[in-house]
């Protein structure tokens, strides 16, 4: 699920930052004792109620909260202080970790405990994944911002290649108890480290977004983003299939293979593995081959890999497909969450996050139940052999979603659309808000203005604009008014601080139409209500 970039010598240079050296070194840890967590969780099933439905559902416990939450806590990442906010999941998560070890401890584990308290967990990891997403460029100069997440990926999948060998002989030594405590152990380092670091305070003017405006301005984004809703879409289908995978692993590898849970762990392990070795090649792999050709060709062998478990019983063999499934699957993932990241400005980066997150999320929750119920009226091989070619299906179906690069005009902020300074003074709770921009336009060019001006308005809709549109004076037609509402004065002068450079050439564009000798001239006005 994370991304990769190329790693050269200049690459390491964030390791340089003593905070994100020890911030990096902690998540490894605490990533480790999260992959020995599930494996766990998924092997504990198996012995409590060992059916395809009900170890798929440890996934889905995984999954639906993620689902649920991740928006509001991508709202609230942008709005909070993502300091105190990562404060407060880590340890909420420690917490649910613990409790589970202590209570697997004394016996009192039952399949639906294991559920909830997995589901518990799964609430912290909700509210933390888009704050920790969107920390980095706090932590690092914006230069090594690409850098910083490239070796993310890498920490990420070192603890991949660990956690599950050393989960797996844990529990196998110990048992499942110990797995879960060593989890709660392992949220200390992060925790540590984050209430160390003082983050640089940055001060506005502008009033804290309320929760249900920043997810609306969120939603506004999401529905005006093509590359974005591009990247969702390709994400949530991939995960339909590719879910059964994960789902249906630990069944299939206690009932149908017989193996131990420290093979079941080493399994797990060449998944990690075939993953650090993508993260090498996709670079390379990246600079010949477009984005899409690149996910779907990684869509193709993540699918053969599932089919190969319809069929093949010989563990050797199954391990070198878990390898060629971790690599297809990190190309496939740090592919979509990158881009994730890099297609949207910085106001809005976490709650992208939250979104992309969903559709990952709810692609694994709603594949994992389907999956498993398969799996229980026709079989595990079944379940393999159709899921594969829904992932084949998948990259027909979504033909028409392309992924492609996004210039860094898209998303650098352009500090260009100065706010109205005589109107500084405005109660920010006022509105809703009309802005009227009045143009004088040569008809013989205005069919070309209109169509610019469309485009420019989705940038307004995207923006924080509810509605949106342009009008031409009938007794005049070379007045042209363009109207935009917002929901209050305050969202109105974040709409000004959102503007990013590819905004301004759209903007500049249309105002070239522009005719008269004075500029456009604009017009700010607020709904009257009735007075009390």
């Given amino acids: 699920m994370e991304g990769a970039e190329h790693i050269r010598p200049s690459a390491f240079r964030p390791l340089a930052n003593a905070v994100f050296r020890a911030l990096w070194i902690a998540t490894v840890v605490s990533n480790i004792g999260s992959w020995m967590h599930e494996v766990g969780a998924a092997w504990l099933m198996t012995s409590l109620a060992p059916t395809p439905i009900m170890v798929a559902l440890v996934q889905s416990a995984a999954s639906l909260p993620v689902f649920l939450l991740v928006l509001p806590a991508g709202a609230l990442a942008d709005v909070l202080d993502r300091r105190t906010l990562l404060m407060l999941t880590q340890s909420w998560m420690l917490l649910s970790a613990a409790a589970l070890g202590v209570m697997t401890l004394a016996g009192l584990t039952t399949p639906w405990v294991l559920l909830l308290l997995t589901a518990i967990l799964a609430i912290g990891s909700a509210m933390n994944a888009p704050a920790w997403g969107a920390i980095t460029p706090d932590l690092v100069p914006r230069v090594d911002v690409p850098a910083a997440v490239a070796l993310g990926s890498v920490g990420f999948n070192i603890a991949r290649v660990i956690g599950p060998a050393l989960g797996g002989a844990v529990l196998a030594t110990f048992g499942p108890a110990y797995v879960f405590l060593l989890n709660a152990v392992s949220y200390l380092g992060v925790i540590v480290v984050i209430y160390r670091w003082r983050r640089p305070q940055r001060e ?92 779907r060709a990684a869509t193709i062998v993540f699918a053969a890999a599932a089919l190969a478990y319809a069929f093949v019983r010989d563990y050797a063999f199954l391990l070198g497909a878990m390898f060629a499934a971790g690599g297809a699957w990190m190309t496939i993932m740090s592919t979509f969450s990158l881009q994730a990241q890099l297609t949207v400005p910085s106001w809005v980066r976490a709650r992208a996050i939250a979104f992309y997150t969903i559709m990952f999320q709810a692609g694994m929750a709603v594949g994992s139940v389907f999956w498993g119920w398969v799996a229980t009226h026709k079989g595990l091989p079944f379940a393999f052999g159709t899921a594969s ?34 109107l500084s003074e405005l109660d920010p709770d006022q509105g809703p808000v009309l802005v009227l921009v009045e143009y004088e336009i040569d008809p013989a060019s205005s069919g070309e203005f209109v169509g610019i001006m469309h485009e420019l308005g989705v940038v307004r809709r995207r923006d924080g604009a509810t509605h949106w549109g342009i009008f031409y004076d009938a007794g005049h037609r070379t007045r042209y008014i363009e109207t935009f509402v917002v929901e209050s004065w305050a969202e109105h002068m974040r709409q000004h601080g959102r503007f990013t450079l590819a905004d301004k050439q759209a903007q500049d564009l249309a105002r070239s139409f522009h005719v008269h000798p004075s500029p456009p001239k604009v017009s700010h006005f607020i709904y009257a209500r009735i007075q009390q």
């Fill in 204 to 295: 506005s003017v502008l009033p804290k977004e309320r929760i249900m405006s920043a997810i609306r301005a969120g939603g506004r984004y999401v529905s005006h983003a093509p590359h974005l809703q591009s990247i969702l879409v390709r994400t949530f289908v991939f995960m339909l299939g590719g879910s059964a995978l994960w789902a249906l692993l630990p069944l299939f590898a206690s009932h149908e293979l017989g193996l131990t849970a420290a093979e079941y762990g080493t399994l797990l392990g060449a998944l990690g593995l075939g993953a650090i070795g993508g993260a090498a090649a996709l670079p390379g792999v990246r600079r010949r081959t477009s984005l899409d050709l690149t996910v």
């Fill in 389 to 422: 070619a829904a992932m084949v299906a998948g990259i027909v179906a979504t033909a028409r979603f392309r992924l492609q690069e996004v210039p860094d005009l898209e998303t650098t902020p352009s500090n260009h659309w100065p706010l109205p300074v005589e």
